[in-house]
């Protein structure tokens, strides 16, 4: 009950930044996806690395 309410409440604070600052939410998500593939590229090293 209470991870459906907290669910509920990320879901709609994304969905109130987003239709608020729609510039400001898709530099987040641009960072995000940035940070996403940076920290995979620094797995690949670390593997390659290994080997």
Excluded: E, H, N
């Excluded at 009950?1 to 709609?12: H, I, N, Q, W, Y």
């Excluded at 641009?30 to 090293?45: C, E, H, L």
């Amino acid at each position: 009950m209470v991870k459906k309410a907290v669910v509920l409440f990320v879901v709609g604070f994304a969905l109130y930044y987003l239709f608020s600052t729609p510039d400001d939410a898709a530099t987040a998500v641009r960072r995000a996806f940035d940070a996403a593939i940076s920290a995979f590229g620094q797995v690949g090293v670390f593997v390659s690395g290994l080997a």
